[in-house]
């Protein structure tokens, strides 16, 4: 979660902090209509913030600051519809809980659930899919607090420029108040992963992508060494881990035993490659079968920063390969796994995956580890490829390259400027990715 200690802000990283003037807490769209009208009057920003899962300044204001915690309703099941609607303030773990509950489940998840549903979408969060998109590219209809205290409701028959842009808004229109989401049938997903060479998984990466419904997989820096991860739908039964080796797994291996590895690597850099080598063989070949979110998703409680990168998936085994070049050729040390997964074209204005088949390439690095040129080196690789950064990951890019990239960009541009013309939903972040 994020922190608000004597005034100031800090996101889950610590990489970022702000000092709001204030901090409201609204109860509902009417209240957070009020607070956006009261900070209109004293001449104050406004942002939102979830649980603070993005790397970057996206959410920082010294005007004010909306925590939506006591906006966590449910609003409607609506099963003949196939939609859920719900607050923005809900956490994505309540709303798959809810799901599964009533019988339902979101088509696809990434790979945590402690944020908002409206944090999540307004960033871009995705998972990987063959088919399937990002959360935000579920989104079925939405309600927004305008800048003049308008709440206004939007879809594709209903205020539908606003609904184009403001699915996928970097909250710059507005504030979301309310989501309704697409869901279907609860399903399970039978997960197979596997470890594989960085030769064959990158030789066979269209198969593996093409021949499964959601694939992904993390290369080692420092190895040959691949985890890959294939989940696809199951007429079942259910085949969960045994309680005990998902915890070992997923919770003291992946979680206590690789923090550890992390601060031993921080502290002494010249371990890293044999801690790689290691990390790289610690997750053995495993099958089962279960609730998809709970596939989907697994704990991360091991602090890091992270750059990820969009490029066309046409170029995905390029860059990949050209990734791990810059790698050996170079001095860093790099503890934690490079991450690839991959998205459908969709039709979000924003969305990282517009108009294009996606390749999604992640790089981290342990909270508090010296960068020496990583990022800057990676991100000259991947813009190199038209590559898109994720809004909510670390990155450097300005409104003069992303409108370059981006075949919408103008389009939001203009609507920001009709509903937002005095950006009061503005701060530095978005003044350098979108422009004055």
């Not at 998936?313 to 810059?326: F, H, M, P, Q, S």
């Not at 517009?354 to 960068?371: E, K, M, P």
């Amino acid at each position: 979660m994020p922190q608000t200690q004597h005034g100031l802000w800090s996101n889950w990283a610590g990489n970022q902090t702000a000092r709001p003037r204030r901090v409201v807490t609204p109860g509902s769209a009417a209240e957070l209509a009020e607070a956006i009208s009261a900070a209109a009057a004293d001449d104050l920003t406004v942002k939102a913030v979830g649980t603070g899962h993005s790397f970057t300044s996206i959410a920082a204001t010294d005007g004010v600051l909306v925590r939506p915690d006591r906006m966590t309703g449910i609003r409607e099941i609506d099963h003949e519809g196939g939609t859920v609607t719900v607050e923005s303030g809900l956490p994505l773990e309540q709303l798959n809980r809810l799901l599964e509950q009533a019988g339902l489940a979101l088509t696809n998840m990434g790979d945590i659930m402690v944020q908002t549903v409206a944090g999540a979408t307004s960033t871009g969060t995705h998972g990987t899919g063959r088919a399937s998109g990002s959360l935000a590219a579920q989104i079925k209809a939405l309600e927004i607090v305008l800048a003049d205290g308008t709440i206004a409701q939007c879809s594709p028959t209903e205020n539908a420029e606003l609904f184009q842009g403001a699915r996928l808004g970097l909250g710059a229109l507005g504030v979301v108040s309310a989501i309704t989401f697409g869901v279907e049938p609860a399903f399970l997903l039978a997960a197979h992963e596997a470890p594989m060479s960085f030769d064959e998984v990158s030789g066979r990466f269209d198969e593996l992508a093409d021949g499964n419904e959601h694939f992904e997989f993390y290369w080692f820096p420092h190895t040959e060494g691949c985890t890959t991860k294939r989940n696809n739908r199951s007429e079942g039964p259910a085949a969960p881990l045994p309680n005990f080796r998902r915890w070992l797994d997923d919770d003291f291996v992946s979680n206590t035993v690789w923090e550890g590895a992390c601060r031993v690597g921080r502290a002494l850099p010249g371990t890293i490659p044999t801690i790689a080598k290691i990390a790289s063989k610690a997750w053995s070949e495993r099958t089962y079968t279960d609730t998809s979110y709970k596939v989907f998703t697994s704990p991360r409680r091991v602090r890091f920063v992270e750059m990820e990168y969009a490029v066309p998936r046409e170029a995905a085994t390029t860059v990949l390969r050209e990734l791990k070049r810059l790698v050996e050729r170079s001095d860093w040390r790099i503890t934690f796994p490079v991450e690839v997964r991959v998205a459908p074209a969709d039709d979000l204005w924003l969305s990282t995956a517009s108009g294009r088949d996606t390749a999604y390439i992640a790089v981290h690095l342990y909270r508090g580890t010296a960068d020496q040129g990583y990022f800057t080196e990676v991100e000259k690789l991947m813009t190199a490829h038209q590559g898109r950064p994720h809004w909510g990951k670390l990155h450097t890019r300005d409104a003069e390259y992303l409108a370059a990239v981006y075949p919408h960009f103008a389009d939001f541009t203009a609507l920001r400027d009709r509903v937002d013309p005095d950006r009061r939903f503005g701060n530095d972040y978005l003044r350098r990715v979108l422009g004055d």
